[in-house]
């Protein structure tokens, strides 16, 4: 890494940070390395600042994988990184381009939160915007600076969002995106909406009237019903999934909103999306497994979102029970938020049939639902140990009857 045109103003930043040629050989020349080893060879008292901050760096890009990269194989990696814990709160890069495709071009652009700026960096697709990005951490703003120094249309404020947003006039920005930090003052995690900072149900109101359209990023820990009543105006509540794990809840508020919020279960547009009414009045319908059918495991976003009703309505598919969460049809059914596995065989849940299964399969991996077992309990008292080989379903019927269902290993995404 060469001294990059990102150094055009880090002189004017707080003077703890110099990107010199030391920092930037050091973290080319070490590329790639454990950090940790790096640390015990010159860290401490045999590191000055310019190396001090390159151990820090290389401790983030380790920690990064491929969190920065794009699904087309470019990267977002930001040019400098001092705080792990930033690395970890930040949004990915393919989420943070998808979520700003739900913005129009052009906005003027508060974020109150800005920490690494991976999502600012996301809404930048969106130009021509213009960013104002508050960071309460003095360090973190001025990383910020120095990674944003080459975008003439952003400008890094250290400071309190809050506080600011008192000085402006109503209706300064367009778009007011917030991602409430979930730590508490000792480094511990937090869930709730009033023990995050800033607390987005006291700062709601000032917010809007800043702003028609208000962005929160939230924890996915969030109950979805308590949230549409704690933050009066959400128009729309997106449960977002990245590689199997339902990474946050994304709320979208507007001004004067008071109709019923349309609930997704993602980002994109062949996201499932209904409403808590719809949900509550949808008839689902119960069956039993059989050889040859598809059967359907919903995704982490569509469990948080909590659809359980309408995948059997509106998708036309049989539930296996109100609470197993398994669904079946006849025919592959490509709308289905999740996996499908085409069904071998069903037998029931009884000691000649679990002695005769683990006779037969030695390896495969096995998943529970509405089922008196766990995963590892059930896989001791099959004998079949963890690996490729049968997919296992252990399931109950909307009968009672404890079943196990053995597929074909190899699941498909069809959403």
């Known amino acids: ?52 901050y390159a151990l820090d760096h290389l401790t983030c890009v380790a920690k990064v994988g491929n969190k920065f990269t794009l699904a087309d194989g470019s990267s977002w990696m930001p040019e400098l990184m001092l705080n792990p814990l930033s690395v970890e709160q930040a949004s990915s890069a393919n989420v943070a381009k998808s979520r700003a495709l739900l913005i129009d071009e052009g906005l003027r652009i508060l974020d109150m939160t800005c920490g690494l700026g991976m999502d600012m960096r996301g809404f930048l ?18 990383v910020a600076k120095i990674n944003f120094a080459d975008y003439d249309n952003v400008k890094i ?4 969002g809050v506080e600011y947003l008192k000085t402006v006039a109503d209706d300064s920005f367009d778009l007011i995106y917030i991602d409430p930090a979930r730590r508490d003052k000792n480094g511990g995690r937090v869930y ?16 809007l009237r800043k702003s028609p359209m208000v962005m929160a990023k939230l924890s996915p820990m ?73 059967l359907y495991l919903p995704s982490a976003s569509a469990m948080k979102s909590g659809c359980f009703k309408l995948m059997s309505s509106r998708l036309e598919m049989i539930k296996i029970a109100p609470n197993s969460h398994i669904y079946l049809s006849a025919n592959r059914n490509d709308s289905f938020p999740g996996k499908a596995y085409k069904i071998d065989e069903v037998v ?8 005769r299964l683990g006779n037969r399969i030695k390896t495969g991996e096995i998943t529970v639902r509405n089922f008196p077992f766990t995963s590892a309990e059930l896989q001791k008292k099959l004998k079949i140990k963890p690996g490729n080989g ?11 009857k404890k079943i196990l269902i053995l597929t074909d290993s190899k699941s498909t995404d069809v959403d």
């Not at 697709?125 to 001025?142: C, H, Q, W």
């Not at 994109?268 to 008839?283: V, Y």
């Not at 029931?348 to 002695?355: D, H, L, Y």
């Not at 049968?390 to 009672?400: E, K, L, N, V």
């Open 222 to 294: 969030l109950d979805i019903s308590q949230t549409i009543s704690d933050l009066p105006g959400i128009c729309r509540l997106i449960a977002v999934e990245e590689k199997g794990e339902c990474k946050e809840l994304l709320a979208i508020i507007k001004r004067r909103f008071d109709g019923e919020p349309l609930i997704s279960t993602g980002l994109g547009d062949d996201a499932m999306s209904f409403t808590l009414s719809e949900e509550k009045e949808a008839q689902a319908k119960f069956g039993d497994p059989k050889e040859g059918l598809w």
């Open 390 to 400: 049968c997919r296992i379903f252990a399931t109950t019927t909307s009968t009672g």
């Open 192 to 207: 709730n909406l009033h023990d995050c900072t800033p607390d987005l149900t006291e700062v709601l109101p000032e917010v």
């Open 1 to 52: 890494m060469g001294l990059p045109s990102l150094l055009k103003g880090w002189q004017s930043l707080f003077n703890m940070i110099r990107l010199d040629s030391q920092f930037y050989d050091f973290v080319k020349a070490h590329s790639g390395e454990d950090p940790v080893k790096l640390r015990l060879r010159y860290g401490g008292d045999k590191s000055t600042g310019s190396i001090s």
């Open 348 to 355: 029931e849940f009884t000691s000649s049939n679990i002695k």
């Open 125 to 142: 697709t969106r130009n021509p915007v213009k960013i104002v990005g508050f960071e309460l951490n003095p360090l973190s703003a001025d």
């Open 157 to 160: 404020v250290e400071g309190d």
